[in-house]
Nanobody, 122 residues
Framework: QVQLVESGGGLVQAGGSLRLSCVAS????????MGWFRQAPGKARGFVAA????????YYADSVKGRFTISRDNAKNTVYLQMNSLKPEDTAVYYC???????????????WGQGTQVTVSS
């Protein structure tokens, strides 16, 4: 059974930083691309960033490019999202998910974590 557990969320002031982690179990982690999505209240879940199997390829939403960095450690079955220069509009629940390919298409992602709340105050 695949399990994804996110952590690292919290309350931060605008301009601050947070690092999210997602630990995976029940799968061969290195065989999956990984993605981060987020969902703000009243909005659809949207793509944030994705990384390929070995971490050599990454893909970002325009809204976070240059501020967020996705990375992974296959030895630890963990994917990270380093978030810098946070803005109030980054406030959302952040989810990690698995995919067969690196993509921004939500329906391509198979397993999802429960999410971690990120709140950015102005």
């Amino acid at each position: 059974q695949v399990q994804l557990v996110e952590s690292g969320g919290g309350l931060v002031q605008a301009g601050g930083s947070l690092r999210l982690s997602c630990v995976a179990s029940g799968l061969r982690f290195s065989s999956y691309a990984m993605g981060w999505f987020r969902q703000a209240p009243g909005k659809a879940r949207g793509f944030v960033a994705a990384i390929n199997l070995r971490g050599g390829g990454t893909y970002y939403a325009d809204s976070v490019k240059g501020r967020f960095t996705i990375s992974r450690d296959n030895a630890k079955n963990t994917v990270y999202l380093q978030m810098n220069s946070l803005k109030p509009e980054d406030t959302a629940v952040y989810y990690c998910a698995t995919s067969q390919v690196i993509t921004d298409i939500r329906s391509a992602y198979e397993s999802w974590g429960q999410g971690t709340q990120v709140t950015v105050s102005s």
